[in-house]
């Protein structure tokens, strides 16, 4: 992953995410064949997040001008479609967000994601 993704949670649970980064996996399904998946993630999103506990509960999200655009090349030549899912990245408010706070960082977790978001203090 190469960028940044920066998350503004105000005191009255306003929540902004500004994002600009990259994800770029490679595969190697056979010994002939190398895989190169580009997701580019940008622009920002935003709505409410109320803590109840060690969970935030996202209210009203707005995807604003977020996308994300997906590119996949098999031994350098562009593929129509792309082979394999990448990981959700995105919060909006479909699920709850699992959350933990230690020394200046936050990590979120999305319920039933299999990914984690860290965060740290700015």
Same mark, same amino acid.
């Given at each position: ?7 503004? %949670? ?24 190398? @895989? &190169? ?17 060690? &969970?935030?509960?996202?209210?009203? %999200? ?5 996308? @994300? ?12 479609? /792309? ?7 995105? &919060? ?15 990590? /979120? ?14």
């Amino acid at each position: 992953v190469q960028g940044s993704q920066t998350l503004d %949670w105000t005191a009255t649970s306003d929540m902004t995410i500004t994002t600009d980064y990259t994800l770029t996996v490679t595969a190697q399904p056979s010994a002939e064949q190398i @895989i &190169v998946i580009t997701e580019t993630h940008g622009g920002s999103s935003s709505g409410k997040a109320y803590i109840n506990g060690d &969970v935030a509960i996202p209210r009203k %999200w707005s995807g604003g001008d977020f996308a @994300i655009e997906a590119t996949a090349t098999s031994n350098g030549e562009a593929l129509e479609t /792309v082979p394999y899912t990448m990981p959700r990245l995105v &919060v909006d408010d479909s699920v709850g967000l699992e959350l933990t706070c230690s020394d200046g960082t936050m990590t /979120v977790h999305p319920r039933g994601s299999d990914v984690t978001l860290t965060y740290s203090r700015g």
